[in-house]
């Protein structure tokens, strides 16, 4: 038995093919798995690679989601305490949205114990792909979205913009069919703003679990927005609006004029 240590890691956006060799090997090298996936397929793979492999808590009926991620991280840090070298393995990027991970990895660290995150594919590098976006070109703008609507974050419309979570605008709690029409309604009125109402957007699904998957990627004009087809894990994109300025006399002292 080892000094205890935690890595973690992702399995990317479909199953197996996303998986890193680096994720794999210490998937299969672990004294104890430990993870939170998406479909049972997955689950079964890494139980697989590796026997120690259990799922996570995850308990829907906690009020606030924040306390479902307590009770995840204080399940992964009772196995490093044991000494145990732990592989925890979550959907997608372990960094990208996985609120327990970050705390995760914290909390060991304060305790003294090695911690690292390995990076995964996520649902954003999937829709830079599916859609043909590349973010060095105009920019590129993520926010989630309840924090975009309540912090009222600036952004620029020439730059491309990313909003995740729309079907869990305003929700502390866990995603309810139909609970997210009253967030896409203020959301579009918030984007109308700086938007016209027959913009067109994207509401968007990277293809999940398996290759033979397709992505979803449904065009609607921004004012159609409330009472378009929405997922737990749809995401807004809206594309750049045309940019004519150019700041000549910046381009002179870059050399460039």
């Known amino acids: 038995m080892g000094t205890g240590s935690l890595t973690i890691v992702g399995t990317g956006i479909q199953l197996v093919g996303h998986l890193t060799l680096a994720a794999q090997a210490w998937i299969q090298q672990a004294d104890k798995v430990l993870f939170a996936v998406a479909d049972p397929l997955t689950a079964e793979w890494l139980r697989s690679l590796n026997p120690t492999a259990e ?4 308990n829907t ?6 306390e479902t991620y307590q009770e995840i991280v204080q399940r992964i840090l009772a196995e490093v305490r044991l000494g ?7 959907y997608g990027h372990p960094g990208v949205f996985a609120t327990p991970t970050h705390a995760a990895i ?3 660290q304060e305790e003294g114990f090695p911690a690292q995150m390995l ?3 996520s649902a954003e590098d999937c829709l830079f792909a599916d859609l043909g976006l590349d973010p060095g070109k105009s920019g590129c703008q993520s926010f989630e979205a309840t924090d975009f609507l309540i912090r009222r974050r600036k952004f620029d419309p020439t730059s491309a913009l990313i909003l ?3 079907a869990m605008i305003g929700n502390l709690g866990f995603y309810q069919p139909d609970g997210y029409l009253q967030g896409l309604s203020v959301l579009t009125e918030v984007l109308t703003a700086d938007y016209s109402s027959d913009r067109e957007v994207i509401v968007y699904e990277a293809a999940v679990y398996y290759p033979v998957c397709q992505p979803v990627i449904q065009k609607l004009p921004l004012c159609q927005l409330p009472t378009a087809k929405i997922t737990e894990i749809s995401t807004l994109y809206i594309p750049p609006q045309p940019s004519a300025f150019v700041d ?6 870059l050399g460039m004029a």
Do not use: T
């Not at 145990?84 to 979550?90: G, T």
């Open 164 to 166: 995740w979570q729309i």
């Open 55 to 58: 799922a996570l808590p995850y």
């Open 106 to 108: 914290r909390q060991a």
């Open 119 to 121: 990076p995964g594919i």
């Open 61 to 66: 009926k906690n009020q606030r989601r924040s």
């Open 248 to 253: 000549r006399e910046m381009m002179i002292r």
């Open 84 to 90: 145990l070298n732990v592989c925890a393995v979550f």
